[in-house]
């Protein structure tokens, strides 16, 4: 008599015959690929006629990047900078967009898709095309769009309003993190959108609340609304700190694509996976201190 399987069994068989293909993909594509990797870490990898010569030298790739390499170093120090800079400046300006966006008004669908554009659109040609980065005959084809976007409004606020006597790096500072409009609006993409389904999600009753207590604008934001983004302020943390790590125009991976290229695939691997060590080091130490800030509904 033939055994049959169960309703049960057979959903689970389909769900993992649907998975397979993806987990044989994973493995030949991601998985090994990023093992190997961390193998070449600690070889010197060199190509030969039909397959790479590997020899041992333990963390000598890894001295090599931090004792030697005075651009792997410069370069590192530079993205970390950009990153603690930008953080704060992205973060707090999605909020701002999405809390305006979230509001009723005429156009409001119109200015969603403004913000939403960026994510749609942001390909490396368009990007370069729209920023100016992109050469053509050896000239800057986009240089001129491109200068429509860029403001000294640092220096031209602090004049209107008759203050003076900052000190050079710290107006350098906000000249660099505002001198870009599009580059800063071309990021807050993904995390507008976020906060704006946090936004969506403060339940009625919270509001009604808030309208019966008579509580004003300021202290709705500060009592109801911070409160139940706060979750996604974390996310959006942590996906700004990645993507301003893998930005194209970041120069640690340049760097790295750079030695790569010239066939030093032990090195490169060393820089790599240094990076991402780092990568896990900010995210740990970010997690550490917005637990402690982050209030869940449960």
């Not at 333990?58 to 900078?81: E, H």
């Not at 203050?163 to 609006?185: A, H, Q, R, W």
């Amino acid at each position: 008599m033939r055994h049959k399987l169960s309703y049960e069994k057979k959903k689970g068989l389909y769900g993992y015959g649907f998975i397979a293909l993806w987990f044989i993909g994973a493995l030949m594509f991601f998985i090994i690929p990023v093992c190997k990797s961390f193998f070449y870490s600690f070889n010197d990898v060199a190509p030969e006629t039909g397959y790479l010569a590997k020899s041992w030298v333990g963390i000598a790739n890894y001295k090599r990047a931090f004792m030697t390499d005075p651009t792997f170093r410069k370069y590192l120090v530079g993205a970390l900078q950009d990153m603690a800079m930008n953080l704060p400046v992205i973060v707090i300006f999605s909020m701002f967009v999405a809390i305006i966006i979230n509001q009723k008004f005429r156009g409001r669908g119109f200015a969603r898709a403004v913000f939403f554009l960026p994510v749609i659109i942001a390909t490396g040609p368009v990007y370069a095309i729209i920023t100016g980065d992109l050469n053509t005959n050896g000239n800057n084809s986009a240089e001129q769009f491109s200068t429509m976007f860029e403001a000294d409004m640092v220096d031209q606020l602090l004049e209107f309003v008759g203050i003076y006597g900052f000190g050079t790096k710290f107006t350098e500072m906000l000249t660099t993190i505002t001198s870009d409009i599009l580059n800063l609006v071309w990021k807050c993409g993904i995390q507008i959108i976020i906060f704006l389904s946090a936004l969506q999600g403060i339940p009625t009753s919270a509001k009604e609340a808030a309208a019966i207590e008579g509580a004003t604008a300021w202290e709705f934001f500060w009592k109801i609304t911070l409160p139940y983004v706060s979750p996604m302020i974390l996310v959006n943390i942590v996906y700004t700190v990645i993507d301003s790590f893998t930005d194209p125009t970041n120069e640690v991976m340049a760097r790295v694509l750079e030695v790569q290229s010239d066939w030093q695939y032990g090195y490169a691997a060393s820089m790599a996976w240094s990076y991402f060590g780092i990568i896990l080091i900010a995210l740990g130490i970010i997690f550490a201190i917005m637990n402690k800030l982050v209030w869940y509904d449960d």
